[in-house]
């Protein structure tokens, strides 16, 4: 059972460091904010002045949006293990499953650290499992990342092929053989064309490709419409999750495959269910840059 109370938070003694909060059966409690960036959900939890021990189970059930409190990823904020950076940030799927990078959350962990005041900077350096990251706040709130340079070596990905290639064609149960650029953005990518997001088969073939064994750690799918060289339509299934209303890592995912094929402009903006997203990408060995909101929906204290 979850014992889930929602609240308005000040600062209360769960949010000083070395004070557990316990609830009246002596369980441990957790304080937990829900933040969105563009439709991609999240809860986040500090880490630093809280102690936080969840198992996949627990975070599953965290995330069920009928038992729980309901997220497409579980975000937690804690000290960095190296003196060049000035937080970590572990992410984790609805399914319990941690992974290596989401750009949507690295806006909402920059903008919780600064407005939670545990930084007064402006531009900070996270440390993920798929290396360093550099969010920067800007003056209207939004949120620009430096999510890295895309790797195109299969092994990367990993995606197991004869050879590198600019697509792949990959043979899909119960569909045929498609056609997806495969590239890591720091976590898994293929990105398959379609002429009408709305009609694109992001379920069944999302599911199929995501679970393909030339993907050995699975893959999110990205759904793209090229509607102009400065705009592109896109749904994304993500590993573990599900489709979801926004995915920031796919956002750049798509925009590099599109200008690698000399389809798109450096700037681009990606329209998603969610809403859109900024994607700059000066070509390679140059890092992807993601602009985009970062909103706060509501707070509060959790038994798991």
């Known amino acids: 059972m979850i014992n889930l109370t929602l609240c308005r938070l000040t600062e209360r ?9 316990r609830d009246s059966r002596g369980l441990m409690q957790l304080d937990f904010t829900k933040m969105q960036g563009t439709g991609n959900d999240f809860i986040v939890i500090n880490a630093i002045s809280q102690p936080v021990t969840l198992t996949p189970a627990q ?23 190296r003196p060049d950076v000035d937080f970590r940030y572990r992410i984790f799927n609805a399914d319990g499953a941690e992974v290596e990078q989401c750009g949507n959350g690295a806006r909402c962990f920059a903008r919780y650290v600064r407005d939670r005041g545990l930084t007064k900077k ?8 798929a290396g360093i990251i ?10 620009t990342v430096d999510m890295g340079v895309p790797r195109f070596d299969p092994a990367a990905v990993p995606f197991e092929t004869a050879a590198p290639a600019l697509t792949y064609t990959i043979d899909v149960y119960g569909i045929g053989r498609i056609e997806a650029s495969v590239l ?11 002429d009408d997001t709305a009609t694109a088969p992001v379920a069944d073939l999302g599911d199929k490709l ?4 030339r993907f050995p750690n699975g893959v999110n799918v990205g759904f793209m419409h090229i509607v102009d060289p400065g705009h592109i339509k896109l749904r994304v299934f993500e590993r573990g999750v599900g489709e979801t209303l926004a995915c920031g890592t796919g956002a750049c995912a798509a925009v ?7 389809l798109l402009n450096e700037r681009v903006t990606v329209e998603l269910p969610g809403g859109e997203l900024k994607i700059q990408w000066g070509g390679d060995r ?15 204290r959790v038994t798991p």
């Open 13 to 21: 003694p769960g949010d000083r460091p070395g004070v557990h909060v």
């Open 59 to 81: 975070i599953r059930r965290l995330a069920d949006r009928h038992f729980g409190i309901g997220c497409d990823q579980l975000l937690i904020i804690e000290k960095p293990t």
């Open 122 to 129: 402006d531009e900070i350096r996270v440390e993920t499992l």
């Open 134 to 143: 550099s969010p920067r706040i800007q003056a209207d709130g939004q949120v």
């Open 184 to 194: 890591s953005m720091g976590n898994p990518h293929a990105v398959v064309m379609t």
């Open 210 to 213: 995501c679970r393909h064994p």
């Open 256 to 262: 590099v495959a599109g200008r690698r094929q000399g």
């Open 286 to 300: 140059k890092p992807v840059w993601l602009t985009g909101a970062a909103v706060y929906i509501f707070e509060g």
